[in-house]
């Protein structure tokens, strides 16, 4: 038995070969979401900044009309990314409804 409570037959954590390919492809695909998300969330972040926070800081804080125009942003920013996402959706099933006919 190994120290994580596996036998000689099976993987790391008592996972079985088969099961251990299984979870180590979920794992990459969470991973390349993960990287995903860092990349949508590292490029709303810049593109709200440079739109509404001046770049000569004047206060710790940002002001009513910085705050009001970086969550309109970030709203638009979620909302044509969720526009896009459908168009991708449904043009993606028309092909695959061409595709199978």
């Known amino acids: 038995m190994s120290f994580f409570g596996g036998n000689s037959s099976s993987g790391p954590y008592g996972l079985s070969r088969g099961n251990q390919a299984v979870d180590e492809a979920k794992i990459a ?3 390349q979401q993960m990287n995903m ?3 949508i969330f590292e490029r ?3 593109l709200c900044q440079t739109k509404c926070i001046a770049t000569k800081y004047t206060d ?3 002001t009513k009309g910085e705050s009001v125009c970086t ?3 970030v709203s638009k ?3 044509v990314g969720t526009m896009i996402d459908k168009k991708f959706v449904a043009k993606s099933e028309a092909e695959a409804a061409m595709q199978s006919s």
């Open 29 to 31: 695909m969470a991973e």
């Open 37 to 39: 998300f860092t990349d």
């Open 44 to 46: 709303m972040s810049s």
């Open 60 to 62: 710790s804080d940002l």
């Open 71 to 73: 969550d309109r942003c």
């Open 77 to 79: 920013y979620f909302q």
